[in-house]
């Protein structure tokens, strides 16, 4: 077991590593130029050079991602717990919600700037946009698979539904709600920085289409490299959360 669980650690790193050496190779052996395609030495090496402007429009990504994230997980566990309480409320909204999230989000960014101006307030909503329906699905999910026979059980000891869905079907969704910040935390990174892109003068997103317009595809791409850290680091954040408080729903998966 304790084998296999250090398989389970080491596998990404291992596969990370792989990728990174074909990838050289392949950039070494054809002589692939760094403006087409940067090998991952000159991806490092713009990291390394441009360390102090990547870090700072790289803070500016993840605060303003982690505003809209907020707003999406308080806006989502509301929505989620109204539309999974009530039928009615289910049969009104989900299908809705769900035309709404078919939508482009880029689309909406040109709208934002026309409200708001250029800057944060765009950026902050395009994550917001992007991030809160996995959040209000997966509530809204938890709570509606309530089992009948459960409910009714609990309904004939003397429990209010506002009961059964506070004290059984607000815990129950608890592996749901985890299962959906993982989701909406990298969404909510995708949300702000094509944001920047368009509607900022800061932020990664900004950082890219600078460097793509200088040519300096190694620092496009080391901008890449930040913004999937800083989601893979969120998501493992929010994965040890999800061992330490639902560990109760995953039993077959952690070797006790």
Known sequence: MNSSKRLETWAPWALLVLTLVIW?????????????????????????????????HAWRTWWVTMVGFALAIVVGVLLGFLIGSSRLAYAAIYPLMT??????KAAF???L??????????AILTGFLISFFPITVN???GLATLEPELEDVLRVLGARRWDV?????????????????????TLAFVGTTVS????????????????GSA???????????????MAMAMYEFFSILERRLTGWAHRGSQGH
Do not use: D, H
């Open 109 to 111: 960014v040109p709208i």
């Open 196 to 211: 920047e892109m368009t509607a900022s003068n800061e932020g990664i997103g900004y950082l890219l289409v600078s460097a």
């Open 24 to 56: 050289q190779v392949l950039c070494t052996a054809f002589s692939v130029s760094e403006f087409v395609f940067p090998s991952p030495l000159r991806i490092w090496e713009q990291l390394v050079e441009f360390k102090g402007e990547i870090a700072k």
């Open 139 to 141: 509530i809204a999910t």
């Open 113 to 122: 700037v026309v409200w708001f101006g250029i800057g944060v307030g765009p």
């Open 99 to 104: 035309g709404f999230n078919a939508l482009p």
């Open 165 to 185: 869905l506070v004290k059984v079907g607000l815990p129950r969704s608890m592996p749901y709600f985890f299962g959906s910040l993982k989701v909406a935390i």
């Open 215 to 229: 040519m300096q595809m190694g620092l496009a791409f080391a901008g890449l490299v930040v913004v999937g850290a």
